[in-house]
């Protein structure tokens, strides 16, 4: 049974930082891509970053380019999301999430099968 839990949001001021985190379990991690999304109040569930199993490739929303990092140890079986220079409309539920098969790049939300609890990331202005 695949588990991913999510942890490290909080209340932070715009310009602030934060690191997520989310330890998988029940598959094999370094075999997975794994993804971030995030949801605030009434959108829909959006992209954030992406990387591949080795993480030797990143992918990320143009609107958290050059402010957020994706990395992952795969040692630990967790991945990260470094969040620099937060802004108020980055708050939302983020979540880490795992495609159905491994060795696979996606990218859209409709294409991931595991998904965890979500963690509350608040900006304040």
């Known amino acids: 049974q695949v588990q991913l839990v999510e942890s490290g949001g909080g209340l932070v001021q715009a310009g602030g930082s934060l690191r997520l985190s989310c330890a998988a379990s029940?598959?094999?991690?370094?075999?997975?891509?794994m993804g971030w999304f995030r949801q605030a109040p009434g959108k829909e569930r959006e992209f954030v970053a992406f990387?591949?199993?080795?993480?030797?490739?990143?992918s990320y929303a143009n609107s958290v380019k050059g402010r957020f990092t994706i990395s992952r140890d795969n040692a630990k079986n967790t991945v990260y999301l470094q969040m620099n220079s937060l802004k108020p409309e980055d708050t939302a539920v983020y979540y880490c999430?795992?495609?159905?098969?491994?060795?696979?790049?996606?990218?859209?939300?409709?294409?991931?099968?595991?998904w965890g609890q979500g963690t509350q990331v608040t900006v304040s202005s």
């Open positions: 990387i591949t199993w080795a993480g030797g490739s990143t």
């Open positions: 999430a795992a495609p159905k098969e491994p060795f696979r790049v996606v990218l859209r939300s409709r294409d991931y099968d595991y």
């Open positions: 029940g598959l094999s991690f370094s075999h997975w891509g």
